[in-house]
């Protein structure tokens, strides 16, 4: 019987409650998921991903410990192509969460390009409804134009949270170079 091994992969650049709530859920339907961060060259990040790995770590860590039951999580980091990454953790599997019928759109040609191109599947998991319009792009636009962290506990972890307020305060970071710029009190 082989392993049924999937990656979920994103930039998690905050990780949010609605990867959380993906994370979960892909959990009843693998042997193992690795939660595997990449890096959009298309954006900048606002956490390393050291950070992000850290992060994301101390979440899965407390998601095994509240319920043991399931799919094993680890947390890896990769650059270059996804397809490529798969291949190498040896990947049945890629994991995307999907919270609209945007995302659904621009997910489905790419699922269809990693099969065509390197013969892996895509499963695409629904967030749940509390999370359907959550965004990573989203939480950093609010925490950048000085937008109350504390009102941000629906959409992403305390420590998420935490870490956002330690970004405001360092200025050779993009939230803490708004904030010298006095866009933020």
Known sequence: MSKHLAIYTGSFDPITLGHLDVLARSRGMFDEVVLAIGRNPNKEALFSAD??????????????EKNPQGARIRVDQYVGLTVDYARSVGACAIVRGIRNITDLAGECQLAITNRQVA??????????????????????????????????????????????????????????????DGLIE
């Not at 992000?52 to 407390?62: D, Q």
């Not at 509390?130 to 134009?145: D, P, R, V």
């Open 51 to 64: 950070e992000r790995s850290a992060l994301a770590s101390a979440l899965v860590t407390e998601m095994l």
């Open 119 to 180: 013969g892996i599947e895509t499963v695409f998991i629904v967030t749940g409804e509390n999370f359907a319009y959550t965004s990573s792009s989203l939480i950093k636009q609010i925490a950048a134009l000085g937008g109350s962290l504390d009102r941000l506990t629906t959409l992403v972890p305390p420590i998420v949270i935490e870490a956002l307020r330690v970004k405001r305060m360092d200025r050779t970071n993009p939230l803490g170079r708004l904030a010298v």
